[in-house]
C-alpha cells in the first residue's frame, strides 16, 4: 500500500516571500502520479499542480512548482511571491497509474499561513 | 463547469441515528468516492464506486455502507451514528481516467 507523508503540520510565510512544503511517499510501482491540493476555508479542494513520475521536468503552475525527486520519493511544492489568497490547507496526494479508479492517497496536509 | 453537490454543509445528530449524506454529480462520471477528513490524518477513503450498483471498500469503511442506483447519485450512510464518526467528510467524482472533482463538504457533528 502506499502512503503520503507530510511532516510539516503548519509553515508561515511573509507575504511576496517564498515558501517550500514537504512530501515524502512510499510506493511501489513505477507509473505513477502526484498531487498539491489546496483546500482553502471555503472548504471547496482545488488543484493546484500535478506530477506523472515518467516525467523527468519539474511541473510549473505560475507561482507554484515541484521538485520531484523520483529516486528520494519527495515531491515538495514551492510558491513563490505568496499572497494572502494562499492561506490554505495544502494536500499532497498519490494516484496509481494502474487500474485503481483514481483512488487517491493523501498526506496529512500542511496549514499555510501567508502574514501581510 | 465540473459541480459536485453535497446535500448539507453542516448536519447535527444524535448517537445511534441513522445518517444519509448525499452528493450528486452533473457530468456523467463513472466514478465517485467518500473520504473522511480529519485533523492530523488527512483525507482518507471510505468507499468509492465506478458504476451503478458497484461499490467497493476503501481505506476505512468499517461503520459505513453505501449506494449508487443511480448514476449521478453517490450516498455514505452511517447506520449507527457514534460519536467517533464526527468528522467532515467529503465527495469526489471522476470521469474516465481524468482528474477527480470534489464537493464542499459536510461537516457532521454527532453528539
Known amino acids: 500500500a502506499q502512503t503520503v507523508t507530510q511532516s510539516q503540520p503548519e509553515m508561515s510565510v511573509q507575504e511576496a516571500e517564498t515558501v517550500t512544503l514537504s512530501c515524502t511517499y512510499d510506493?511501489?510501482?513505477?507509473?505513477?502520479?502526484l498531487f498539491w491540493y489546496k483546500q482553502p476555508p471555503s472548504r471547496q479542494m482545488i488543484l493546484v499542480i500535478r506530477?506523472?513520475?515518467?516525467?523527468?521536468q519539474n511541473a510549473t503552475e505560475n507561482r507554484f512548482s515541484v521538485n520531484f525527486q523520483k529516486a528520494a520519493k519527495s515531491f515538495s511544492l514551492k510558491i513563490s511571491d505568496s499572497q494572502l489568497g494562499d492561506t490554505a490547507m495544502y494536500f499532497c496526494a498519490f494516484r496509481s497509474g494502474g487500474t485503481s479508479y483514481g483512488k487517491l492517497t493523501f498526506g496529512q496536509g500542511t496549514i499555510l499561513t501567508v502574514h501581510p | 463547469d465540473v459541480k459536485v453537490t453535497q446535500s448539507s454543509r453542516y448536519l447535527v445528530k444524535r448517537t445511534g441515528e441513522k445518517v444519509f449524506l448525499e452528493c450528486v454529480q452533473d457530468m456523467d462520471h463513472e466514478n465517485m468516492f467518500w473520504y473522511r477528513q480529519d485533523p492530523g490524518l488527512g483525507l482518507r477513503l471510505i468507499y468509492f464506486?465506478?458504476?451503478?450498483?458497484?461499490?467497493e471498500k476503501g481505506d476505512i469503511p468499517e461503520g459505513y455502507s453505501v449506494s449508487r442506483e443511480k448514476k449521478e447519485r453517490f450516498s455514505l450512510i452511517l447506520e449507527s451514528a457514534s460519536t467517533n464518526q464526527t468528522s467532515m467528510y467529503l465527495c469526489a467524482s471522476r470521469p474516465g481516467r481524468s482528474l477527480q472533482y470534489f464537493g464542499a463538504g459536510t461537516r457532521l457533528s454527532v453528539l
Open positions: 506530477q506523472e513520475a515518467y516525467k523527468q
Open positions: 510506493t511501489s510501482e513505477n507509473n505513477y502520479y
Open positions: 464506486s465506478y458504476d451503478v450498483k458497484m461499490k
